[in-house]
């Protein structure tokens, strides 16, 4: 019983909780993305550099109010300035739709002409993000590192493993949901989230039922790029912060969204944690693991690794391709992309 227990706080402590952060993170940047594909009807290649741009200014006024020995402790000095991020971030996705977007739009332009010019957008967020803080990795976190400790498990449980829980991992889970709630909240009981929906249903029984289009352009550019911002603070406090990384998640955030379903908010969160499961279980070894489960003796020499951790946004694209083959509409039947 006692390698049972050990070989479930082993998995726990390295799949279980990594994975239901970083599904927390992926759900929050999916979730902007459907916001982005379901109201205004394009891909956002541009959504993983807004990530970026936000934690950027997020991090640079979290490093000022460090210096000034302003902070919340036990919490992270970034949630005090997360909302100078949003807000950064906020505004520059709406000058972009004002200056490159809109223009298309007003033009009825097909979807592709919209991605192709999102990508124009993308390295230009990438490029302005690492002239600012550089190409390298910034870490930024602080205040009380674990909420659970190894030493401390040990000493409570008695087991030879010991379990770790970081402040991050919490607060990452608990902002996820209570960002998901809102946005729920918001486009359900609101005004201007049923406005949306009905833009999103049809433009135009929308524009004659007297729907403001671009309140409710600004309204999704709001939405989109405060969750871009969390998703990419919560991830930079969880790991590290750097501006190529943030551009590598466009691959899973659209998996998970695709996963779910397009279009689709709930969909956008369970294929979040879809996705962050499938990529945490196939690159983790097991080795340690099937050491306590297996009889004395049996124990694998091998790392018994399915796919090395330099492989995990390749379980993300295969996801991707095997969703779009068999079941393109996604788990909860979004728009075929």
């Known amino acids: 019983m006692e390698n049972f227990l050990n070989a479930l706080v082993l998995f726990t402590n390295f799949v279980v909780i990594p994975a239901t952060t970083y599904g927390a993170q992926l759900a929050l940047g999916a979730l902007g993305v459907t916001l982005i594909y379901t ?12 990530m ?40 520059l996705a709406l000058l972009t739709d004002r200056w490159v977007f809109a223009f298309y739009r007003h033009r009825r332009a097909d979807p592709v002409i919209f991605v192709i010019a999102s990508v124009g957008v993308m390295f230009v967020y990438n ?43 919490v607060l990452t889970v608990v902002v996820m949901a209570l960002a998901v709630a809102f946005v729920f909240w918001f486009l359900n009981r609101t005004r201007t989230g049923k406005s949306m929906r ?28 405060c969750l871009a911002t969390l998703a ?52 983790y070894a097991y080795k340690g693991v099937l050491t306590y489960l297996l009889p004395e003796g049996m124990a694998p020499e091998g790392l018994v690794q399915l796919l090395g951790t330099d492989y995990k946004f390749a379980v993300s694209f295969v996801i991707l391709v095997i969703v779009l083959l068999v079941r393109p509409t996604g788990i909860f039947r979004g728009k075929v992309v």
Do not use: C
């Open 52 to 91: 970026a741009f936000g934690t950027m200014l997020t991090i640079m006024v979290t490093w000022g109010l460090q210096a000034l020995g302003i902070g919340i402790a036990p919490l992270p000095t970034a949630l005090l300035a997360l909302p100078v991020g949003m807000i950064g971030a906020t505004a």
């Open 232 to 283: 990419g603070v919560l991830y930079g406090l969880d790991k590290s912060f750097n501006p190529f990384v943030y551009f590598q998640l466009l691959l899973p955030i659209f998996a998970s969204a695709i996963v779910g379903g397009i279009g689709q908010p709930v969909g956008a969160v369970v294929g979040g944690f879809v996705v962050a499961f499938s990529e945490v279980t196939l690159t």
């Open 198 to 225: 009905a833009y999103s249903d049809n433009e135009d029984l929308a524009l004659l039922s007297g729907i403001s289009p671009g309140h409710v352009v600004r309204v999704t550019w709001v939405l989109a790029a």
């Open 39 to 50: 109201v205004l009807r394009f891909s956002n290649f541009a959504h993983g550099d807004l």
């Open 127 to 169: 490029a302005i993000t690492r002239f600012f803080i550089g190409v390298g990795d910034q870490r930024f976190e602080d205040g009380a590192r674990f909420v659970i400790r190894v030493p401390d498990f040990r000493a409570m449980t008695g087991l030879r493993e010991g379990l770790a829980l970081r402040t991050s991992q």
